[in-house]
């Protein structure tokens, strides 16, 4: 989890010939991290098993692993991996060998903590149903961030989103005793938000970052203010949503790993993998999608041709509003099923973070929020095992986390070109 | 309101060199009324307290049926509800600047004198930290920062000053400057972090601030269950008291025991001196604003933008870390979850309605100080929880942020009012 490229970034300034390609560093930064992994987790675990299995519960058939040496040789693998980065045309690998070289760095950490635990068995089916959970906020907020991004509008407030959401879909989910209801409301409480951030940044030209933080503390304080005068005296009256209901899809839920993930889901699930889908095809196969990547990329130019400029805008920034809303829902209706102040806690801005990782690209966002969710899910299962680190400090990790992968993986991203900056016709 | 444009509209600079000047009276109207940065902050504070009222009026069980049958008794429904909104904004003004009722007792001799300071001197305990972090956060700004850290910076300032305040037996004077130093010490460090990030490696300030928040945040939820800071006669998560040598003397003692006012307000005061003096007369306040400005000018004039951030950044976290330190070395002295409150994300909204200027900030302070002691008075007496105050307080930035915006509600002329822009124009990630 440590940034691989700032070891060379100094020694790539005085190159010229650019020696340090991506790879190169990549590869340089996975090696060191590989033999670190190697060193000290091997030292650190015990000879006792490190076990996997690919069911749900920790019972059955499992895979079995030495803790010392478990560690030990992914550590190293995740080394190979790095050096594999330094072979010629291994621009062609890169994704994959990146990809097999963390995997084996963090397979490497799990053998030093399983082995160390009262409990070392580490249901795999388990951890990875509660990754796509705890990824399904960020996917909405990340398919939001996208969407306004694209068409040039920075949507810091997604936080603002997911609360307004989350306080709307409990209330209404609450008195119309339907979560249907309360899913509707969330959408429209996170359009109530966005439309104060077109209004302000599109209309008044107001700063949009400034105008994101400031729609944050204001839908923080509203939401506050209202549970404490409304739901915290009635709670059950006002903040008693019931939770919403798992369909399972007969055959399919029964196909091992993913089928108990992606088939016997609830509706947030379904939901987000069918917007990643829309929101995909809408950008880079219709119009609208054509429209939008030209007025984020070069607003003159659309408008030249005849594009409305801040109309598009605007309805960008009242949709992303709209799902980050529903990603609000899940607070209220599914990871809880009550409503409490700040319960976001920087959810948004994870993911923000997810968009950033995955490239404004809907399917890029997917794998990103998979990726924290994992990182969550991991702190939460170790936390629940007898971990011999601290909980506080595993509950950093999706925070270590994003910080690693904004400063580290992604390099310097590159956004939108007219990205955050206001249209002016004329 | 719709006065406004019949005095703003005639005796413009048309009238000819024939026409007289127009008397004094209407010209300041004129100017007062052409919306400049003054007149926007006010009418921002009366539509945000109006907003404010329309939320105390939907939250009151009471008043919303009474609304139900508005039609049929509408007087009733409007009565009441000013009573309920004087009632509240009463108590606000009561808790924040003076209480007249008790001014009189204190007069009679009823009460103690010290009792009619009460209110401002919890003002300007609540304005102490705010001063802090509008300062971390503007000078940020200033240099085309966004720090949203600056809550996170806050709560490392405290652990640090804290820690010092009664971990190390030092003498009196000198304990107290020491926690202090560590406070900064500690927010600088945080601050240096997403600094040096962004200068490496480009990522995006506020991703890693934000995330560094959380972070500082269960820190400290670790720390003070640590067998070395846990308080051993409490059952509850909360940390040994700080040493009586290591804490902020309080500046109105001999008046009374319950005014909170310390020597921080002091040390804030200190602060915005410095950083005005840096901000106008230092070479690297003029690189911040040269790189805030437009760095890619900054570095053709031969500037290092990348160690102007983090320069940046590290002033900017010494100077939250300082906030941080006034909340536990002042009136919490010890340290808990929530040691610091809220006094980070409120020290964005000071910095941005301060418009990133040293005195502005200090004056949003104070006004946000007076908001919070105010507010707390509201809710004891008047029963409206405390976050109708931090809606007051977004709101009010709201609309100083778009003075367009107030300027359509009032139909206010001219554009003088200055924004809160960026200091770049539009940021990007």
Redesign the interface.
């Known amino acids: 989890m440590t940034a691989p490229d700032t070891v060379p970034a100094t020694a790539a300034v005085a190159e010229p010939a650019r020696f340090w390609t991506r790879e190169r560093k990549a590869g340089t930064g996975l090696g060191v991290t590989g033999l670190v992994a190697a060193a000290l987790f091997g030292a650190l675990a015990s000879d006792r098993p490190a076990a996997f299995t690919l069911a749900e519960t920790t019972a059955g058939d499992t895979v079995e692993i030495n803790g010392t040496l478990g560690a030990v040789v992914f550590g190293l693998l995740a080394a190979v991996a790095g050096a594999a980065l330094w072979a010629p045309r291994a621009r062609r690998w890169f994704v994959l060998l990146l990809a097999a070289g963390i995997v084996a760095v963090v397979v490497s950490f799990l053998c030093w903590q399983l082995s160390r635990s009262p409990q070392n068995v580490l249901p795999l089916g388990n951890v990875i149903r509660s990754s796509v959970i705890f990824a399904l906020p960020l996917i909405f907020g990340g398919l939001a961030g996208t969407i306004g991004e694209r068409s040039g509008v920075i949507n810091i407030a997604i936080e603002g989103q997911f609360i307004m959401g989350a306080f709307f879909a409990a209330l209404v989910a609450t008195v119309a005793a339907s979560v249907w209801f309360g899913i509707v409301a969330a959408a429209i409480g996170g359009l109530l938000i966005a439309a104060l951030l077109a209004m302000l940044a599109i209309r008044f030209v107001v700063d949009q970052i400034v105008v994101g933080v400031v729609l944050i503390v204001f839908a923080l304080g509203v939401t506050g203010f209202l549970f404490e005068q409304l739901m915290a005296p009635a709670p059950t009256r006002y903040n008693a949503p019931s939770r919403v209901p798992t369909w399972e899809v007969p055959a399919l839920s029964d196909i091992p790993l993913v089928g108990p993930v992606l088939f016997r889901a609830n509706i947030f699930v379904y939901l987000a993998l069918a917007l990643v889908v829309l929101v995909y095809v809408g950008l880079f196969h219709t119009r609208w999608g054509l429209r939008t990547r030209a007025v984020g990329e070069h607003p003159a130019a659309a408008d030249t041709v005849g594009v409305k400029v801040l109309g598009l805008r605007y309805l960008n920034v009242l949709l992303a509003g709209a799902i980050a809303g529903v990603g609000g829902a899940y607070f209220t209706l599914l990871a809880t099923t009550n409503f409490n102040k700040g319960m976001t806690a920087g959810l948004g801005f994870i993911a923000l973070a997810t968009m950033i990782f995955g490239r404004w690209n809907p399917v890029g966002v997917l794998l990103a929020a998979v990726f924290f969710g994992f990182s969550r899910a991991l702190a939460v299962y170790l936390g629940s095992i007898g971990s011999p680190i601290p909980s506080q400090f595993l509950n950093m990790l999706p925070y270590l986390a994003t910080i690693a992968v904004v400063a580290g993986l992604v390099g310097r991203a590159r956004p939108p070109a007219a990205d955050g900056k206001p249209y002016i016709k004329g | 309101m719709s006065t406004t444009t019949s005095t703003t509209g005639g005796g413009g600079p048309r009238g000819g060199r024939h026409a007289p000047p127009p008397p004094f009276a209407l010209r300041f109207l004129q100017q007062l009324w052409s919306a400049n940065t003054v007149t926007v902050t006010v009418l921002a504070i009366v539509l945000a307290l109006l907003v404010g009222a329309i939320?105390i009026i939907?939250?009151?069980p009471q008043l919303r049926t009474m609304y139900g049958y508005f039609f049929a008794r509408p007087t009733d429904a409007l009565g009441a509800s000013w009573d309920r909104v004087a009632d509240a904004y009463a108590n606000l003004f009561r808790g924040a600047i003076v209480d007249p009722g008790v001014v009189a007792r204190v007069i009679e001799g009823e009460l103690p004198p010290a009792r009619a300071f009460a209110p401002i001197s919890e003002t300007l305990r609540f304005a102490t930290p705010l001063v802090f972090t509008g300062l971390a956060f503007a000078i940020a700004f200033r240099g085309g920062l966004?720090n949203?850290g600056v809550q996170g910076q806050a709560i490392l300032g405290a652990i640090g000053a804290a820690l010092v305040g009664f971990l190390l037996p030092l003498p009196v004077v000198l304990h107290l400057v020491a926690a202090v130093l560590a406070g900064a010490l500690l927010g600088a460090t945080w601050g240096f972090i997403p600094g040096f990030?962004k200068a490496?490696?480009?990522?995006?300030e506020?991703?890693?601030t934000?995330?560094?928040?959380?972070?500082g945040l269960?820190?400290l939820?670790?720390l003070i269950v640590q067998a070395w800071v846990a308080d051993p006669t409490r059952a509850d998560a909360i940390s040994r008291p700080v040493d009586e040598s290591a804490r902020l003397p309080r500046l109105l003692a001999w008046l009374g025991p319950g005014l909170r006012v310390d020597l921080g307000i002091v040390l804030a005061v200190l602060a915005v001196v410095a950083v005005a003096w840096l901000l106008r007369r230092a070479t690297f306040g003029f690189e911040l604003r040269a790189v805030g400005l437009s760095p890619d000018a900054a570095r053709v004039a031969g500037m290092s933008v990348t160690g102007t951030y983090v320069m940046v950044m590290v002033v900017a976290g010494a100077l939250a870390g300082l906030g941080g330190m006034t909340m536990v070395l002042g009136p919490a002295l010890a340290l808990t979850p929530a040691v610091i409150g809220n006094v980070g994300?409120d020290g964005?909204?000071v910095g941005?309605l301060g418009r990133a200027k040293p005195w502005g900030v200090f004056a949003a302070a104070l006004l946000f100080g007076a908001l919070q002691a105010g507010g707390n008075r509201m809710q004891v007496s008047s029963g409206?929880?405390l976050?109708?105050v931090?809606?007051i307080?977004?709101?009010i930035?709201?609309f100083v942020?778009?003075p367009?915006?107030v300027k359509a509600i009032f139909a206010l002329r001219a554009a003088r009012a200055r924004?809160?822009?960026?200091a770049d124009g539009?940021?990007?990630?």
């Open positions: 939320l939907i939250a009151d966004f949203i990030l490496r490696t480009g990522a995006h506020v991703i890693v934000i995330m560094l928040n959380w972070v269960i820190f939820g670790w994300f964005i909204l941005l409206v929880s976050e109708l931090q809606v307080q977004a709101l930035v709201v942020a778009a367009a915006l924004s809160i822009a960026a539009g940021h990007g990630w």
